[in-house]
């Protein structure tokens, strides 16, 4: 890749005396539980025929070759949402981009083998929430070695990272509420006061609220670059390596829309959300990967970062108009 600078930084510095928080916290709502309970029961009542119903997903399939977890298209509801008002009205509550949502079913006598979610917590600037909608006291989560019982109605984050399993030991069947969401401050807010500091300078990534589009961005032509095919997956080891193969992408705006987007020689268009600065991350995915353009005519470049906690590297490219 020619004409590029590769640097690296931390900005700011972990507290000496950052300790390891506990594996989950109680967040600050509570819901109605009944009336979850009752509109799920109108619409598909809790069996052994589905232990996930989806109501958030991803509006396009992934692309050739990447991971299920690489960048998708826009996260949108599917027809179940449509039929759930107080479910609706739980997701626009919680201060944060809601990336994935779907409820959990457990039958009497089931569970599962101890497992972790890779690329998945604050650490990746995602969190996951639960809401108890039915359960049982035969019911458990057991995460990192320690027994919870969630109350009905109850917010609560979880660090799936950890290993983790659940168990259902009663007589009747136990759902929850899933929510995959990206870590912003006012979603950081809702949690106990003693993770405020850990929040504030532990290992996170806190990702900034999505901000419209400027008129100035909307009426650029489109510019092409060189992306560097790792840069599109999670979890690489170095993800703005110079010499792993690289594929011509060109930012775009859609005026119409609102919004630029990122389309690749495979023809696939990623959509990207603005988060300030005219820089830009995909939809449905955190601040672990953005674009932001700088400059102009000869000197227009763009600035890939890569960030997990409060690690950033950066590679800047020269943008060229196709």
Not at 63 to 77: C, Q
Not at 248 to 258: F, M
């Amino acid at each position: 890749m020619t004409a590029a600078t590769l640097t690296a930084e931390r900005p700011g510095t972990r507290p000496a005396a950052a300790v390891a928080m506990p594996a989950a916290a109680r967040l600050a709502p509570s819901f109605n539980a009944g009336w979850l309970a009752a509109e799920l029961r109108r619409v598909c009542p809790p069996s052994d025929d589905w232990r996930s119903l989806v109501l958030r997903a991803p509006g396009g399939r992934a692309l050739p070759g990447i991971p299920a977890d690489g960048p998708h298209g826009d996260w949108t509801d599917t027809p179940w949402l449509e039929r759930l008002p107080h479910t609706r009205y739980i997701l626009k509550a919680v201060p944060a981009p809601v990336v994935s949502a779907r409820f959990l079913c457990r039958a009497p006598g089931s569970g599962a083998v101890g497992r972790i979610e890779a690329a998945q917590g604050p650490y990746w600037g995602t969190a996951r929430l639960h809401v108890p909608v039915e359960t049982n006291a035969q019911t458990l989560l057991l995460l990192d070695g320690e027994v919870h019982r969630w109350n009905p109605g109850d917010l609560w984050f979880g660090d799936f990272t950890r290993t983790h399993q659940v168990r259902n030991q009663g007589s009747e069947h136990s759902v929850h509420l899933a929510l995959d969401v990206l870590l912003t401050e006012p979603l950081a807010r809702l949690f106990p006061v003693a993770w405020r500091d850990w929040f504030r300078a532990g290992d996170v990534l806190v990702n900034r609220i999505p901000r419209p589009v400027g008129r100035a961005a909307l009426e650029a032509p489109p510019r092409a670059f060189e992306l560097p095919s790792a840069f599109l997956l999670r979890e690489h080891p170095d993800p703005l390596d110079g010499y792993a193969p690289t594929q011509r992408a060109v930012l775009a705006p859609e005026p119409a829309a609102g919004r630029m987007v990122l389309r690749l020689e495979s023809g696939r268009t990623l959509p990207l959300v603005h988060v300030g600065g005219e820089e830009y991350r995909f939809a449905g995915r955190s601040e672990e990967r953005t674009l932001q353009t700088r400059g102009e005519g000869a000197r227009a470049e763009i600035l890939l970062r890569a960030r997990a906690g409060r690690l950033e590297r950066q590679r800047t490219v020269p943008l060229r108009t196709p």
